[in-house]
T-cell receptor, first 114, second 114 residues
Framework: DTAVSQTPKYLVTQMGNDKSIKCEQN?????MYWYKQDSKKFLKIMFS???????INETVPNRFSPKSPDKAHLNLHINSLELGDSAVYFC?????????????FGPGTRLTVT | GENVEQHPSTLSVQEGDSAVIKCTYS??????FPWYKQELGKGPQLIID?????GEKKDQRIAVTLNKTAKHFSLHITETQPEDSAVYFC?????????????FGAGTRLAVHP
């Protein structure tokens, strides 16, 4: 009965590689998000999609490319990984578009770039 | 700019005592203020939220108060238990580009000692 799930939970890779993180929600929500949590636990929004359409795109390097094949899935692809990309990445979803209300987070993907 | 300040960064209490965490925000147009609890190795969990048309909201041992004039809001946990130990984040909604997004505080690490 997982509401928001992410795979993988851990990802260890070398600089320069390309990797993807997948997210799925079974809450029937229309809006999904990607957040980055750094080593100091600071949580910052990266992207938001509403029903497969990109609605929020923060100042994120264009090496990060989100893709939403349908409203229940939001993936994050990262090209040419750098040491500074090491963080925990959280996917979240909410029902009400434009309001940011009641966001439910997944368990996170810990990315380590060596 | 967009900013949410959260205090204290760490809080240590004895079981049964109350805990209070305070946040201030900068955007007077913010109208949604959620609180999240993050346990070790897990994603943030929404525990309570308040909207700007309400001054206080309670849910069992947890309450949130909002002072829109002063632009601050607080989380109150009464009768704390060891399982309340976690990192707590406040957030405020910011309107940008036709949509709202959440700006998070830096977090408060709460330790409840038996």
């Amino acid at each position: 009965d997982t509401a928001v799930s992410q795979t993988p939970k851990y990802l260890v890779t070398q600089m320069g590689n390309d990797k993807s993180i997948k997210c799925e929600q079974n809450l029937g929500h229309d809006t999904m998000y990607w957040y980055k949590q750094d080593s100091k636990k600071f949580l910052k929004i990266m992207f938001s999609y509403n029903n497969k359409e990109l609605i929020i795109n923060e100042t994120v390097p264009n090496r990060f490319s989100p893709k939403s094949p349908d409203k229940a899935h939001l993936n994050l692809h990262i090209n040419s990984l750098e040491l500074g990309d090491s963080a925990v990445y959280f996917c979240a979803s909410s029902q009400v578009v434009a309001a940011a209300y009641e966001q439910y987070f997944g368990p996170g993907t810990r990315l380590t770039v060596t | 700019g967009e900013n949410v300040e959260q205090h204290p960064s760490t809080l240590s209490v004895q079981e049964g005592d109350s805990a209070v965490i305070k946040c201030t925000y900068s955007d007077s147009a913010s109208n949604y203020f959620p609180w999240y609890k993050q346990e070790l190795g897990k994603g943030p969990q929404l525990i309570i939220d308040i909207r700007s048309n309400v001054g206080e909201k309670k849910d069992q041992r947890i309450a949130v108060t909002l002072n829109k004039t002063a632009k601050h809001f607080s989380l109150h946990i009464t009768e704390t238990q060891p399982e309340d130990s976690a990192v707590y984040f406040c957030a405020a909604s910011i309107y940008s580009g036709g949509y709202n997004k959440l700006i998070f505080g830096a977090g408060t690490r709460l330790a409840v000692h038996p």
